[in-house]
């Protein structure tokens, strides 16, 4: 079982830049998918990105394809999201989520992920 630990919102200016860090702990960490999710006040909860369980395959939302970034470290059992150029529109409360998974995409839809973190937010000032 996979607990999950968000950090590195905050309040930044459009065009700006951000870190989100996803820290995990439990076991097996290599072996999980983890995917990123987004949810703005009054909207549904949206995928953002995800990156396999090695790091060898990632895909993006259109809406943030070209300016955000995920990675991952496996032996720090850490998943980033780097987020640049970022917009007004991309205020939101940012998750991060994983399953166990050996295929290339895990999945791009909230209920594909069956561990959650509590969410850090990212505001974006224009």
């Known amino acids: 079982q996979a607990q999950l630990v968000e950090s590195g919102g905050g309040l930044v200016q459009a065009g700006g830049s951000l870190r989100l860090t996803c820290a995990a702990s439990g076991r097996s960490f290599s072996s999980y998918a983890v995917g990123w999710f987004r949810q703005a006040p009054g909207k549904e909860r949206e995928f953002v990105t995800t990156?396999?369980?090695?790091?060898?395959?990632?895909y993006y939302a259109d809406s943030v394809k070209g300016r955000f970034t995920i990675s991952r470290d496996n032996a720090k059992s850490t998943v980033y999201l780097q987020m640049n150029s970022l917009k007004p529109e991309d205020t939101a409360i940012y998750y991060c989520a994983a399953k166990r998974s050996q295929m290339p995409v895990a999945g791009i839809h909230s209920y594909d992920y069956d561990y959650w973190g509590q969410g850090t937010q990212v505001t974006v000032s224009s």
């Open positions: 990156i396999s369980w090695s790091g060898g395959n990632t």
